[in-house]
T-cell receptor
Framework: GESVGLHLPTLSVQEGDNSIINCAYSNSASDYFIWYKQESGKGPQFIIDIRSNMDKRQGQRVTVLLNKTVKHLSLQIAATQPGDSAVYFCAENRDAGNMLTFGGGTRLMVKP | DADVTQTPRNRITKTGKRIMLECSQTKGHDRMYWYRQDPGLGLRLIYYSFDVKDINKGEISDGYSVSRQAQAKFSLSLESAIPNQTALYFC?????????????FGSGTQLSVL
């Protein structure tokens, strides 16, 4: 079936470096995407979203890139900090009212 | 998110027992959800409700039931718990006015079925 998935289950980066977390989706009808951050012992927290009529959106230290041609989504974190250590999930949605479909998650580890 | 409160935070129970997980929210959202998270897997939807008296099955509803007692409360029940229901359970809410399913999650309930 169509699903959302992630290329890398674990990503280790040096503090201060930029991080890139990738996500592939297979549902070409998906038109809304969200990145969530889940810290240990907590529920997922919304980071940033993007609609399919955009290919880039920036937040505070984070950028989401959407490539609809290859059905690829990425989350870029600038100047990664220890507090960025968490599991990151992408989620996709098609049509208002449909449920989000979540990927399996990527663990980001920040080395001091 | 402190606006979505789940109780209990942890629960250990035995096979065959009935258990209820509670969720309450102060965000004023009309939509509420129950998800299950297993190690290494993404979040899977159990049930969701768009308003009081509205109940919809999600991807993995078998073995679960829910009750939407009020707009702010959504409880999840396991009628007869089994070990493979051991998981981390999340309640979430969203606001219809956003037009999209931008979910806000509680801190989770870790359930262990022995």
């Amino acid at each position: 079936g169509e699903s959302v998935g992630l290329h890398l289950p674990t990503l280790s980066v040096q503090e201060g470096d930029n991080s890139i977390i990738n996500c592939a989706y297979s549902n070409s009808a998906s038109d809304y995407f969200i990145w969530y951050k889940q810290e240990s012992g907590k529920g997922p927290q919304f980071i940033i979203d993007i609609r399919s009529n955009m290919d880039k959106r920036q937040g505070q230290r984070v950028t989401v890139l959407l490539n609809k041609t290859v059905k690829h989504l990425s989350l870029q974190i600038a100047a990664t900090q220890p507090g960025d250590s968490a599991v990151y999930f992408c989620a996709e949605n098609r049509d208002a009212g449909n449920m989000l479909t979540f990927g399996g998650g990527t663990r980001l580890m920040v080395k001091p | 998110d402190a606006d979505v409160t789940q109780t209990p935070r942890n629960r250990i129970t035995k096979t065959g027992k009935r258990i209820m997980l509670e969720c309450s929210q102060t965000k004023g959202h009309d939509r509420m959800y129950w998800y299950r998270q297993d190690p290494g897997l993404g979040l899977r939807l159990i049930y969701y409700s768009f308003d009081v008296k509205d109940i919809n099955k999600g991807e993995i509803s078998d073995g679960y039931s829910v009750s939407r007692q009020a707009q702010a409360k959504f409880s999840l029940s396991l009628e007869s718990a089994i070990p493979n229901q051991t998981a981390l359970y999340f309640c979430a809410t969203s606001d219809r006015s956003s037009g999209r399913e931008k979910l806000f999650f509680g801190s989770g309930t870790q359930l262990s079925v022995l």
